[in-house]
């Protein structure tokens, strides 16, 4: 572990030392001897069965018709053979397989052959089940029970004695395995889906209301635990909430139609949630490209935004998930003032404090890269590199440095970023701009240098400002030697932009022939390739303009973007 200081190899002693004693509990639970805690392995009635909020690809069960299966953002051709006996072609694949969320495409294609495929595969996994490690992880186990139980009439609904009995007899025994187990896998995500598919089966299967009562308590404590006070989730990455509320909503319905009041921390989670996904939408109505925000799911995003009863109140501030919203007219401006999440959460975590995003009307005007998608898995590192966000980048340094550590890797499913270890920001507003004021320490332990920087908004949201500045943690600095830098300002794909050589100021031209000014002082400014990762069609080329120079310690950087008059 060279290169990590004591208190990380502490941290990572921690995280080993507790996943090791869930790993010994859950085995613990699981024996004969206290198995029977969690009930009968028979699934007993299904009293409720819960929505399905997540949309169905039409072009699933052509295409699965024709042998290919598209799951993940990747695609195999069957030749045949059953999709649990092939080789997957990632991991990401092989959890939607083993997870049975591809059963609403089935179930929506309304097609008698779609749904006898859809009963032969399932009853082909329960006789092939312990063929696949991942099908046991707690989250993906977590998604099947869900998806099941989701599905349950369309499965079982006049299925033969025979199918029936193997799909209900397998459901019940996953259940039970399931509440032995559901902390022993990742941090994050998975161990709240794991939690919410437990929630869900103790709620729509009769016979475990004794083991419903405690289970709640578990389902609260985890909500209260992953998600903020902001309504972001701890990982900070926003993208997650759009999944952690598609499985919410529908354990929200699910107590209703029990009788039963839902839990106040499941309450507050959802309206702090969707409070939260308003925040962080641009112009074109999705997502920003933070922290692992990947390619878009507007279908999703739309579908959990539909929930007015929520009734939550716009969100002014983001300050515990370390977000900053700016808007004027039809212009918005999106930042990232957080440091780093926890280790455990981090491992889709980028460098990219400091860095901003910005909208014109509906159009994307500046963007990061965000995260490609599991094919693309081999552009990750580069996505969540300084140098792919609109932000300052030293000695084409990231701000933040991947923790390589084999064991952390594989208990949090990633390599986990760490710094900065210090974040101010704060946002005012002066005779109706909008100015953010911000810094990080990043840089700090390897340069001793900060980076500060301001962002104003114009009143009418015609013009940006932006002011970066290089400096010491308290006095002026003298480096030994000159470091370069470089702040960049990557463009959507969709925008082109040009820098006539005699102006020296740039010209971003958008698809409706809107036209911004951008221009700078105290850096060379010039226009380089960029790579634009969080589309659906996969990595893209773009544009970006990059102000680059050399800071001796103490450097200062201007640059404007504004509309043409």
């Not at 092939?128 to 499965?155: C, D, K, T, Y």
């Not at 940006?464 to 470091?483: M, N, Q, S, V, Y």
């Amino acid at each position: 572990m060279a290169g990590l200081s004591l208190a990380e190899r502490s941290w990572i002693a921690l995280i080993a030392a507790k996943r090791s004693q869930r790993a010994s509990m859950a085995r613990l639970q699981f024996s004969p001897l206290l198995r029977w805690r969690f009930g009968s392995r028979s699934l007993g009635n299904l009293l409720i069965v819960p929505q399905t909020l997540r949309n169905a690809d039409p072009s699933f069960w052509p295409e699965l018709k024709l042998g290919h299966m598209g799951l993940a953002g990747s695609g195999v051709d069957l030749r045949g053979l059953s999709p649990f006996a092939i080789r997957a072609p990632n991991e990401a694949w092989a959890r939607a397989l083993h997870g049975f969320g591809w059963l609403r495409h089935l179930e929506a294609a309304g097609d008698d052959e779609a749904r006898a495929l859809a009963r032969a595969l399932t009853v082909l996994w329960t006789q092939h089940q312990n063929s696949s490690v991942i099908a046991w992880e707690p989250g993906v186990m977590g998604r099947r029970i869900i998806s099941w139980l989701s599905h349950a009439n369309f499965l079982l609904e006049d299925a033969d004695v025979e199918t029936y009995d193997a799909i209900s007899a397998s459901l019940g025994s996953q259940i039970i395995r399931l509440a032995a187990c559901w902390r022993d896998g990742p941090d994050g995500y998975s161990r709240l889906l794991a939690i919410t598919g437990l929630t869900l089966a103790n709620l729509c299967v009769s016979g475990h209301d004794r083991q419903l009562e405690d289970v709640e308590k578990l389902f609260s404590a985890e909500i209260d635990r992953q998600l903020l006070d902001d309504g972001g989730h701890v990982s900070r990455n926003p993208a997650v909430l759009v999944d952690v509320l598609l499985d919410l909503l529908p354990a929200r319905q699910c107590f209703a139609a029990r009788g039963r009041q839902p839990p106040e921390k499941l309450l507050q989670a959802l309206v702090d949630a969707v409070a939260f996904l308003r925040f962080m939408r641009l112009g074109d109505g999705r997502l920003a490209r933070f922290n692992g925000v990947a390619v878009a799911s507007p279908a999703g995003l739309a579908t959990v935004l539909a929930y007015d009863d929520l009734f939550a109140k716009p969100l002014t501030a983001a300050r515990t998930s370390g977000y900053v919203h700016l808007t004027c007219g039809a212009t918005t401006v999106i930042g990232d003032a957080g440091a780093a999440p926890p280790f455990e959460f981090a491992a889709e975590a980028h460098a990219g404090c400091l860095s901003f995003e910005m909208s014109a009307g509906h159009r994307l005007i500046f963007v990061n890269g965000g995260a490609p998608a599991a094919a693309d898995h081999d552009w990750r590192a580069q996505a969540r590199a300084t140098a792919s966000h609109n932000t300052l980048c030293v000695n084409e340094m990231s701000s933040a440095k991947l923790v390589r550590n084999r064991s952390l890797e594989t208990m949090i499913g990633g390599a986990p970023i760490r710094g900065p270890a210090h974040v101010f920001s704060r946002l005012e507003e002066h005779n109706g701009d909008l100015v953010w004021t911000a810094s990080h320490d990043g840089y700090l332990s390897r340069y001793g240098i900060v980076h500060h920087r301001m962002i104003r908004l114009s009143a009418s949201g015609s013009a940006i400002h932006g002011f970066d500045r290089i400096g010491g943690a308290e006095t002026a600095l003298r480096l030994k030697a000159d470091l370069p830098y470089a702040v960049h300002f990557h463009l959507h794909p969709d925008v082109t932009c040009r820098l006539p050589d005699e102006t020296g100021v740039a010209e971003i031209i958008t698809p409706e022939g809107q036209t911004w000014l951008f221009s700078a002082q105290g850096a060379d400014l010039s226009i380089e390739e960029s790579t634009y990762f969080a589309d659906s069609s996969g990595p893209r080329r773009a544009l970006q303009f990059v102000l680059r120079g050399s800071t001796f310690g103490e450097t200062e950087i201007s640059w404007r973007a504004e509309t043409r008059a």
